[in-house]
């Protein structure tokens, strides 16, 4: 089980690039700054995407999280 608790959970599992981040971007608009969101994904691009997004967005990459059948992501709002 992940250590972080989200506030929001994003599924986006069976979306294709760019879907997970346009959506994520939508979302984290949405949030206060210390939130944390947890995207849910199925695509494997995802794994890169998310790190460079959130360097360039200003919101902290936790890390990620293995699931069965999906890979859980961890953003804190900036």
């Keep these: 089980m992940a250590e972080w608790k989200p506030d929001q959970v994003l599924d986006a599992k ?6 997970p981040i346009l959506k994520t971007k ?3 608009k949405e949030m206060k ?13 995802t794994r890169n995407d998310l790190p460079a997004f959130s ?6 990459y936790l890390g990620e999280e293995q699931r069965e059948g999906f890979i859980s992501f961890f953003l804190k709002k900036g």
Aim: aromatic fraction near 0%; charge should be negative.
């Design 26 to 28: 939508k979302l984290l």
């Design 33 to 45: 700054p210390g939130q944390v969101l947890e995207i849910q994904s199925t695509d494997p691009g």
């Design 55 to 60: 360097s360039r967005s200003g919101d902290e």
């Design 14 to 19: 069976g979306l294709s690039c760019p879907m």
